[in-house]
């Protein structure tokens, strides 16, 4: 294998490593938003039922 060749491996590597950190933080991000909003529902209802 050629210098070139290895480079342009590590470089691929490395671009697929940042795609997936990114779309391991997006999804984290939307896990995290549905989890807030979840709650700010259940803690609604929790006042309509307590009649507040």
Avoid: P, Y
């Amino acid at each position: 294998m050629n210098l070139n060749m290895a480079q342009s491996l590590v470089s691929d590597h490395i671009r697929e490593s940042r795609q997936q950190a990114t779309a391991a933080r997006r999804a984290g991000a939307v896990r995290h938003a549905v989890r807030k909003a979840g709650a700010l529902t259940a803690r609604r209802s929790h006042r309509l039922a307590q009649g507040a």
